[in-house]
């Protein structure tokens, strides 16, 4: 109780436009949470290791070039491999149709494309993160 | 009194609009700076007396994905349908200096634009495409330009061809890389000297229809920059990129007459057309009192106009389609030199050849059957739009000051500042669309619960595996030695601070792969970290 939810947002890839994490990361923190941005180009390692040390709650990724499903698949597997099976993870950006089912069968728990809300973004954060907490 | 629909109309800038304009309202921009006349300083009214009467503008659209071969099909059909400038969209590997073997363009590579990992690719991409029946070439390499140029001329030498014939026309705007789209290479010093190189040789060089720099304040805009800061920050680097030319002894009249200006078109039509025409003026200024330009070409400021992306939407896509009609008609009321149009499926990925052919169309009715092309500046005298005119370049001067007093653009990348503005107004606008203050037609107004279903282009996933398999068939064919030779002359080039152009032909002459000829430079230079400000 009284703790601030922790949020790691990461551009993975060499995908470098950032307009929408950095709305984003500004929603979450006015909206009391804790972000923690990684800047551009991060490798997915590099992504894994700064959610691990920070301890975070949710991570959030932002890809517009449409490397996700590469990308996405690879930060997964660092994350079991890390034991963070339990943090939520949500996709942004231009995400087509078509490869949602697969993004959500790699544990993806939502994908948010153009258009959405910043209050819907801070709903959806604070419920997914909730639920995490709820865990034994 | 009447009710009225809003408690007050503002622009983007937060220019309070009045009910009306009247002959009062339009002040002289300065004295003895009245509106003028098309072709004379300070060019409000576009650079040259007849304008699109003469010609039209340039047409072109982006294009661009998967191989060389791909987009070599792409351009052959492009140019049987009367397009005449070329856009080569490169991917990220290639922009950031990576071979598509890298572990850095693992997913990337042919995913946003054609991969050039070698000279080899280059002559794929021209296979069979007389340069001559081309208007225009355009790419958007900016880190890596310097290298785009060279390749080209190693091309030109080999086919037998003069590179003064040609007509290229390069993106070379690295600062605005740092502000806004990400991708930069090198630390700002190193990679904005890098960029002055294409300027220098140019000049040295007779190559005058090339085009060395476009600077560029479409991909601030599309970062979330309001018209003013879009035209302010972007004149800013153009400034930093002037002094380091200036610096080296190359006159501003040998080289600024071929540096065009990049901008959006956004859909706000009059504030748009008030831009392009403000641009010209402060250019004009700029050139002549700032950099003694005595000549008229370097004055009059030519704009390459891209349709703002960010402003189409996901939803009820082929509305985009009006959308880009209204921002195609702004720009050419603006006196644009070139432009290009989005297609309407470009919210979610890489044009289908359907969606591009609409874009170039929709040109083609505006320029053809609309008559707008018919008068030069036929808006101009508008008491509203000379009004928003000389109220933008006000605020344009104002940034710019701030700037200036902050130690110019290169400090104001280091320091964050451009980045922290963008991202504010950013998060001002989308707060005022999440409030439904700002209306956008079928995503926060007019929604309609149908999915989109249009045909996407779908990038072939084996385009990876192929370019990995090309360039290293490629290492293992050249000859290894004179590429070890033509990397150690660059690198000693580049460690005397000398330009860097020559040593980089002979790197691709000897078919140095990108990754290769990028590495040594940052063995030199080092690598740039964002400071990741929101």
């Given at each position: 109780m009284g703790e601030r939810i922790r949020v790691l947002l990461a551009k993975p890839g060499l995908d470098g436009h950032d307009r929408g994490i950095k709305v984003v990361a500004r929603a979450l923190h006015d909206a009391g949470m804790e972000v923690i941005y990684t800047g551009l180009h991060q490798t997915p390692e590099q992504v894994v290791i700064a959610a691990t040390q920070e301890d975070v709650?949710?991570?959030?990724?932002?890809?517009?070039?449409?490397?996700?499903?590469?990308?996405?698949?690879?930060?997964?597997?660092?994350?079991?491999?890390?034991?963070?099976?339990?943090?939520?993870?949500?996709?942004?950006?231009?995400?087509?149709?078509?490869?949602?089912?697969?993004?959500?069968?790699?544990?993806?728990?939502?994908?948010?494309?153009?258009?959405?809300?910043?209050?819907?973004v801070v709903t959806l954060v604070q419920q997914l993160t909730q639920r995490g907490r709820a865990r034994p | 009194m009447a009710e009225l629909r809003k408690k007050e109309f503002r622009t983007l800038d937060d220019i309070q609009l009045k009910r009306v304009y009247t002959q009062a309202d339009v002040v002289a921009p300065s004295v003895g700076n009245p509106i003028g006349m098309p072709g004379e300083f300070p060019f409000t009214r576009g650079v040259s007396p007849?304008?699109?009467?003469?010609?039209?503008?340039?047409?072109?659209?982006?294009?661009?994905?998967?191989?060389?071969?791909?987009t070599n099909k792409r351009f052959r059909y492009l140019l049987g349908q009367g397009q005449t400038?070329?856009?080569?969209?490169?991917?990220?590997?290639?922009?950031?200096?990576y071979d598509p073997d890298d572990p850095m363009s693992k997913g990337e590579v042919g995913k946003v634009g054609v991969t050039l990992a070698s000279l080899e690719d280059l002559e794929r991409l021209f296979d069979g495409i007389p340069f001559e029946k081309v208007r225009q070439i355009r790419t958007t390499a900016n880190a890596i330009s310097p290298l785009f140029v060279a390749m080209v001329i190693a091309m030109a030498r080999r086919r037998g061809i003069d590179p003064r014939t040609i007509n290229l026309f390069?993106?070379?705007?690295?600062?605005?890389?740092?502000?806004?789209?990400?991708?930069?290479?090198?630390?700002?010093?190193?990679?904005?000297?890098?960029?002055?190189?294409?300027?220098?040789?140019?000049?040295?060089?007779?190559?005058?229809?090339?085009?060395p720099m476009s600077v560029s304040g479409y991909h601030i805009r599309d970062s979330g920059a309001t018209p003013a800061q879009e035209l302010a920050f972007c004149l800013a680097n153009a400034i930093a990129y002037f002094q380091e030319a200036v610096g080296r002894g190359v006159k501003v009249d040998d080289f600024a007459q071929n540096v065009w200006m990049f901008l959006a078109g956004d859909i706000a039509f009059l504030e748009e057309v008030a831009k392009f025409r403000c641009a010209r003026r402060i250019w004009s200024k700029l050139m002549r009192e700032r950099f003694g330009?005595?000549?008229?070409?370097?004055?009059?400021?030519?704009?390459?106009?891209?349709?703002?992306?960010?402003?189409?939407?996901?939803?009820?896509?082929?509305?985009?389609?009006?959308?880009?009609?209204?921002?195609?008609?702004?720009?050419?009321?603006?006196?644009?030199?070139?432009?290009?149009?989005?297609?309407?499926?470009?919210a979610f990925s890489t044009p289908t050849e359907e969606a591009a052919t609409i874009a170039l169309r929709t040109q083609q009715i505006v320029a053809n059957e609309s008559g707008v092309a018919d008068i030069v500046d036929a808006l101009g005298g508008s008491w509203a739009l000379e009004t928003l005119t000389s109220e933008l370049e006000a605020r344009v001067l104002a940034i710019l000051e701030q700037v200036e007093q902050k130690g110019g653009a290169a400090a104001c990348i280091e320091s964050g500042y451009f980045q922290q503005q963008l991202s504010g107004a950013a998060y001002r606008y989308q707060r005022e669309v999440d409030s439904g203050e700002r209306v956008v037609v079928g995503v926060n107004a007019f929604k309609t619960d149908e999915e989109p279903k249009i045909p996407l282009y779908r990038p072939d996933p084996e385009v990876e595996r192929r370019q990995v398999a090309s360039v290293q068939a490629l290492r293992s064919r050249r000859d290894n030695i004179a590429v070890q030779a033509a990397l150690a002359g660059l690198e000693q080039v580049a460690r005397g601070g000398g330009n860097t152009i020559e040593p980089l032909i002979a790197c691709a002459d000897a078919y140095a792969t990108t990754g290769e000829i990028c590495g040594t430079l940052r063995r030199v230079w080092g690598r740039y970290t964002d400071p990741a400000v929101f």
């Open positions: 709650d949710l991570v959030g990724l932002s890809i517009l070039s449409g490397a996700h499903n590469t990308i996405v698949a690879e930060i997964f597997e660092l994350m079991k491999a890390s034991g963070m099976n339990d943090v939520p993870v949500l996709v942004g950006g231009t995400i087509p149709d078509d490869d949602r089912p697969g993004l959500a069968s790699m544990g993806v728990a939502a994908v948010l494309g153009p258009g959405t809300t910043m209050h819907s | 007849e304008m699109h009467r003469q010609s039209f503008w340039i047409m072109g659209m982006y294009s661009g994905g998967g191989t060389a071969e791909e400038g070329f856009s080569i969209a490169l991917d990220l590997p290639t922009q950031m200096g390069v993106q070379n705007d690295v600062l605005k890389e740092y502000i806004a789209r990400g991708t930069y290479i090198y630390p700002p010093a190193p990679s904005l000297k890098h960029c002055v190189d294409v300027i220098e040789y140019c000049a040295r060089n007779g190559l005058r229809n090339w085009t330009s005595t000549v008229s070409e370097t004055q009059a400021l030519k704009i390459f106009c891209y349709t703002l992306g960010g402003r189409l939407t996901a939803q009820q896509p082929l509305n985009n389609i009006a959308r880009v009609a209204i921002m195609t008609l702004a720009a050419v009321l603006g006196g644009v030199q070139t432009l290009a149009t989005s297609s309407y499926d470009e």
